[in-house]
């Protein structure tokens, strides 16, 4: 009889395994199938989102003017809490905000949730971020199916986990040296406030210190002039989000008065300004990111969301794609306003009055003189009147940060420097309108060339002189290869070799 019993007992657990791997084998056809299926390239949930950060910041800098700082640091943040929320429905990678969360079945981690939960992180980011867009993004919302109104923080279900990984990511950044709300010692209440104390050695009206940053009269647009402030100061303070602190990869100091060095890169630069051709003012122009800008971070999110198309990613692609650049260039700003500040070095526009000072040169004039002979106290950058120059220390230069940090991502990421993006523009367009050019085509082979395209743009526009530059996409290229390893460790592959 016992026998008997242990027979039906052994036929009942067979027809279980059976039946459950059967299950297994037809939920993983399915999901198999779902992946093969799933949405891509611009039709992916994350490269929709990453659209609308795009058309938010540039409505963030028509509203406050160019503040790539800060800019950079929304993108972050947004894409931190997008790749949390994703994360929790992948099989390997970890989260950086996002605790106490675990990891969802195996059965839930689909092409679906991670859209609900992907989506919700970056409405609520974006939100945050982006306040005075949060109708742009409730539409989009809606548009999709989702109710904008669901705050559930249930971390078993895609609507709460997305909107949990947003508020941790948020909760966690706000007293991270940023100044988002204007609350930090030494603060008056404004967003954003210096709280540093610093103040230039020069100002702009005395040259005291030749070695050291001046501020410059801009034009206002109506008849008057003004001379902006120092942008973020305190910038170098604000906590990494992947990097250890932001002197890790300090930079060595510039070239000074008095050394061959700076005579010839001061020199350099009145050169290639004299000789730009229309092609390198389209460069200028386009590196400088005119209408709608989206500052340095969101420049190289757009150049992400090309290779994107270019390669047809999956969500899973770009949400891990995105977070990489933008990690990068979050970090690479706090690494270079470390070196700006620490330095607090001149800028071309001073060194060029001290060095040809009564020297007759060839220079651009302004937008209606295009080049001349002018006397070198005369000279100027190849800009608009109204921003004439970057109103912040020279020593590094952020677009050659950034740049060369992103263009390093993203050859890292895709495992070849190979780009292949062109860009038809109108030389002049942004800088002398009534002296436009015919159209020309911009070329990107590679990350790199892209990179070092932006850097020498800033030389070339009379913002930096080439120490500037080198250093500067020396150091972006640091930031990137360390955030990489860091990169790996999160989406749970590890090192990887360079």
């Not at 890292?412 to 002296?435: M, R, Y």
């Amino acid at each position: 009889m016992y026998g008997k019993f242990l027979k039906i007992s052994f036929i009942i657990l067979l027809f279980v395994l059976i039946t459950h791997c059967k299950n297994d084998k037809k939920e993983d056809e399915v999901n198999n199938k779902e992946e093969i299926e799933q949405p891509r390239g611009k039709d992916n949930i994350a490269y929709q989102w990453a659209y609308l950060a795009l058309e938010g910041t540039a409505n963030d800098t028509d509203k406050f003017k160019p503040r790539p700082t800060v800019t950079s640091r929304f993108l972050g943040l947004i894409f931190t809490s997008m790749f949390d929320a994703w994360s929790r429905y992948d099989d390997k990678a970890n989260t950086l905000y996002l605790k106490g969360v675990n990891r969802r079945p195996k059965n839930e981690r689909t092409i679906r949730n991670k859209e609900i939960a992907v989506s919700y992180a970056a409405y609520r980011a974006l939100c945050e971020y982006y306040y005075s867009d949060s109708t742009l993004f409730k539409n989009k919302m809606i548009k999709l199916g989702y109710d904008p109104d669901n705050t559930s923080l249930d971390p078993e279900t895609p609507e709460g986990i997305g909107n949990l990984a947003a508020k941790m990511v948020i909760d966690a950044r706000r007293h991270d040296g940023s100044n988002q709300y204007g609350d930090v010692d030494g603060s008056d209440g404004t967003p954003y406030f210096d709280y540093s104390g610093y103040t230039p050695v020069n100002d702009a009206d005395n040259m005291v210190d030749i070695n050291r940053w001046q501020p410059k009269y801009f034009s206002d647009g109506e008849g008057g002039k003004y001379a902006p402030g120092c942008l973020t100061p305190y910038w170098q303070n604000v906590k990494p989000l992947l990097l250890n602190s932001a002197d890790q990869f300090r930079p060595g100091p510039p070239p000074m008065i008095g050394s061959k060095q700076l005579e010839e890169e001061v020199k350099e630069v009145i050169e290639l300004q004299a000789n730009l051709t229309p092609k390198d003012k389209a460069l200028v122009e386009f590196m400088r990111d005119g209408p709608k800008s989206v500052q340095q971070a969101g420049h190289w999110l757009k150049f992400a969301q090309d290779v994107s198309l270019r390669d047809n990613h999956t969500l899973d692609e770009d949400i891990k794609m995105y977070f990489l650049i933008e990690s990068v260039a979050m970090d690479g700003f706090i690494a270079c306003w470390d070196s700006k500040m620490h330095y607090d070095f001149a800028r071309p526009y001073a060194l060029v009055h001290k060095y040809y000072q009564d020297q007759v040169i060839k220079a651009w004039g302004g937008p209606d003189k295009g080049m001349t002979e002018l006397k070198g106290q005369e000279w100027r950058p190849y800009s608009p009147d109204t921003f004439l120059c970057p109103p912040f220390p020279s020593y590094v230069s952020g677009h050659s940060t950034i740049s060369g940090g992103c263009a390093e991502a993203l050859r890292l990421f895709t495992g070849n420097d190979k780009f292949g993006v062109e860009v038809e523009l109108i030389p002049g367009a942004l800088t002398e309108p009534n002296n436009l050019g015919d159209p020309v085509v911009l070329e990107f082979p590679t990350f790199t060339k892209a990179g070092e395209m932006a850097g020498i743009s800033r030389v070339m526009g009379g913002y930096h002189i080439q120490a500037d530059n080198i250093e500067g996409l020396e150091l972006g290229r640091n930031v990137a290869r360390y955030n990489f390893k860091k990169y790996l460790e999160l989406i749970g592959e590890g090192p990887a070799k360079m």
